[in-house]
């Protein structure tokens, strides 16, 4: 069953969106296989943002994600990759339909309170960084 790394940024946390956000994803019909809160060092957060680290807001990114604790979760379900990006919204706020996460709750780019992989090899890469030590593989009896 595909998965996906969803990870509730630090104003998320502190804006106090985890219970909301989680409870968007369990009611659509996801399945929680991993969690945890965690502060992560600068060298975890360039590696998480390897891709944009050529980008001039790579710095101001890394700053962002490293000035609190996260929600780290991997989520499981049919098509949840894409289906978890159309729960977010779109990246920009400003762009996100009214009624995705980013939409009701974000309207800057550089405060966007949510990430999720863009593709199944994001994902896959992102739950092996995030949940090293394998946790998130264990099956259970619901799906
Ligand atoms: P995320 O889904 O985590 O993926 C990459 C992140 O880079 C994105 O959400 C934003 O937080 C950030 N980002 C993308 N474009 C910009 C931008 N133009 N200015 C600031 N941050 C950006």
């Given at each position: ?6 990870m509730i940024k630090p104003d998320g946390v502190q804006r106090g969106l985890v219970s909301e956000i989680i409870s968007t994803f369990e009611k659509k019909g996801f399945y929680l ?111």
């Open positions: 069953m595909e998965q996906t790394f969803i296989k991993g969690l945890k809160l965690i502060s992560v060092e600068r060298p975890f957060a360039e590696k998480h943002y390897e891709d944009l680290s050529s980008k001039p807001f790579f710095e101001g990114l890394v700053e962002y994600i490293i000035s609190g604790p996260v929600v780290a979760m991997v989520w499981e379900g049919k098509n949840v990759v894409t289906t978890g990006r159309k729960i977010i919204g779109a990246t920009n706020p400003s762009a996100s339909d009214p009624g995705t996460l980013r939409g009701s709750f974000a309207v800057e780019i550089g405060r966007n309170v949510i990430h999720g992989s863009d593709s199944v090899e994001s994902a896959k890469k992102e739950i092996a960084l995030w949940f090293p030590d394998g946790t998130v593989n264990w099956q259970n009896s619901l799906h």
